[in-house]
């Protein structure tokens, strides 16, 4: 027993992050925000999605090609042998000058989806910081259970030695012992299991965070954040909650789809021309420039059923957005509520787990000195210190749901963000990289992350 106990107490100083440095959830969460990949990724994203934007801008825009041709011609005839050689070159320009407004609706289109992207970050930032606010507590909680659990076993040594004094004095009975041994056994085992989940808690932060935890602090803040009704939470979610903000995107980017499927039926002009520069030739004459402007005008008929197709498809997937819409709504509304009763469950159950603590703290204390006195067994001692664990280990675990409990309702009414919580660092944006590439000349020039 001794082997074992000495092995837990090896391992948990093993498992209990160090003391070097301390960290606040505030900081936890800045460095999250800097440096996990899921937020980058996501912001990647967006970047690419502003390049839509530049590639459906580029259908208005004028086409304007470069072409040098070098030929050299070699015959062999009874005659001899003959060479000729020959160099072209000229200019090529080509614009659509109208096509019944579909680019239009494909630009609006590659806006909508652009901003579909950037609510999809907005979601990823939420979803990354809640599970920092959850591995942070939970690495508190599992490491609040190793000590808890740890001073248990020396409950029960002492218990053990007590019950193997009063045997040697003819106080106490073998069974006494064995019941504290099987206690002690018991308590070993169930904190290598508080170890066990303190090593899974701390990986999951690393995962997150980036680092190892150092020191965490239970002082949580961000209490200033929880809005003061039902009501009003339920109304900052349904106007700011990524989910809702992607439906919206989503039923923009459906209908603008429409226009274009719709907008394929009419007629489409371009502006043709060429201008020849060197090695010109008309009808055998060598020229020293030539050029040509031409109109083309082309209308659809018949394409084989796909153009209604596309339509029809397009009104399918307008009407499908409008329905997701409704579910998104659906979904925030019930997260937000879960949130809210779940914030509040937690509050009430920290006020009672302090009340159980403090009167079975009372009861263990009375039970030990009746057993003293012969008025009480060890084992009325053991099940009394099994109780106040049970008490203190619900405590802890309602404090950690109740911070968990608070950043879920945060996400679930749009503002678990970096700038709503006030976080030290540089708020991350695609704003300005989207800025840049719509500049439709920006093949001329270099464009910068």
């Known amino acids: 027993m001794r082997i074992l106990i000495a092995g837990a107490m090896a391992v948990t100083l093993g498992a209990l992050p160090s003391a070097a440095r301390a960290e606040t959830l505030t900081q936890a969460l800045a460095s999250a925000y800097q440096n996990n990949p899921n937020i980058a990724s996501a912001l990647l994203s967006v970047k690419s999605a502003a390049e839509d ?35 072209t070159g000229g200019l090529s320009y080509r614009q659509t000058l ?31 910081l809640l599970s920092v606010a959850d591995a942070y507590m939970s690495v508190i909680r599992d490491s ?11 409950f029960f040594e002492a218990q053990l030695q007590s019950a193997k004094d009063r045997l040697e004095v003819g106080e106490g009975t073998k069974i006494d012992v064995s019941q504290a041994q099987a206690r002690l056994a018991q308590g070993v085992a169930s904190h290598r299991s508080a170890i066990a989940s303190l090593q899974t808690s701390q990986a999951s932060y690393q995962r997150w965070v980036g680092h190892k935890p150092q ?43 429409t226009d274009a499927a719709e907008a394929a039926f009419g007629p489409t002009l371009d502006l043709i021309g060429s201008l020849c520069a060197i090695g010109c030739n008309a009808g055998g004459v060598s020229i020293n420039a030539s050029g040509s402007v031409r ?3 082309s209308i659809p008929i018949y394409a084989g059923g796909a153009l209604g197709a596309s339509v029809r498809k397009a009104n399918l997937g307008q009407i499908k957005s409008e329905v997701d819409a409704m579910s998104a709504y659906d979904q925030v509304r ?15 159950q920290i006020v009672s787990a302090q009340a159980a603590v403090s009167s079975v703290q009372l009861v263990l204390e009375g039970v030990i000195q009746e057993r003293d006195l012969g008025q009480r067994t060890t084992l009325d001692v053991l099940n009394s210190q099994a109780e106040l664990t049970s008490a203190r280990e619900a405590l802890i675990s309602a404090n950690t749901s109740r911070v968990v409990a608070l950043f879920s309702l945060i996400a679930a009414t ?26 439709t000349w920006q093949e001329l020039r270099t464009v910068k992350e």
């Open 215 to 257: 020191n965490l602090s239970s002082n949580v803040g961000f209490s200033n954040m929880v809005p003061g009704s039902i009501d009003a939470a339920i109304a900052s979610a349904e106007e700011r909650h990524p989910a809702i903000m992607s439906a919206k995107a989503a039923i923009r980017s459906s209908q603008a789809g």
């Open 334 to 348: 019930e997260a937000t509520i879960t949130s809210w009763a779940t914030l509040q469950n937690a509050s009430a």
């Open 98 to 128: 109208f096509d019944n407004f579909r680019t239009d609706a494909e630009i609006e289109q590659a806006r909508a989806l652009a901003d579909l992207s950037a609510q999809a970050f907005r979601n990823a930032e939420q979803n990354v």
């Open 295 to 297: 109109l083309s005008l």
């Open 53 to 87: 934007i530049a590639l459906r801008q580029a259908g208005k825009l004028p086409t304007i090609g470069a072409a040098v041709d070098g030929t050299f011609n070699w015959a062999a005839t009874n005659s001899g042998f003959t060479t000729s050689d020959s160099l």
């Open 144 to 154: 609040e259970l190793v000590t808890l659990r740890a001073n248990n076993i020396k």
């Open 414 to 439: 749009g503002r678990l963000s970096a700038a709503d919580l006030n976080l030290p660092v540089t708020i991350k944006s695609a704003d300005a990289y989207t800025a840049r590439v719509e500049d």
